[in-house]
């Protein structure tokens, strides 16, 4: 439970302080006018699958030895 607390704490702190240094530069900054991200369509290529060929499962006889 404590790793958990800690971990979140540090997550709590980064935001703050990201969100901090975020309000602080556009108080003494000029706006940046953002270009807007164009993201390319992912062209996924079609996953080719080979058919699996089973081998025939080779069962030699059990030789029970004599006791």
């Given at each position: 439970?404590?790793?958990c607390l ?62």
């Amino acid at each position: 439970t404590m790793w958990c607390l800690k971990r979140s704490h540090f997550l709590i702190l980064g935001y703050v302080t990201i969100i901090a240094a975020d309000s602080s530069a556009a108080d003494s900054a000029p706006p940046i006018q953002r270009r807007p991200i164009q993201r390319r369509p992912i062209q996924r290529r079609p996953i080719q699958r080979r058919p699996i060929q089973h081998q025939p499962i080779q069962r030699r006889p059990i030789q029970r030895q004599p006791q």
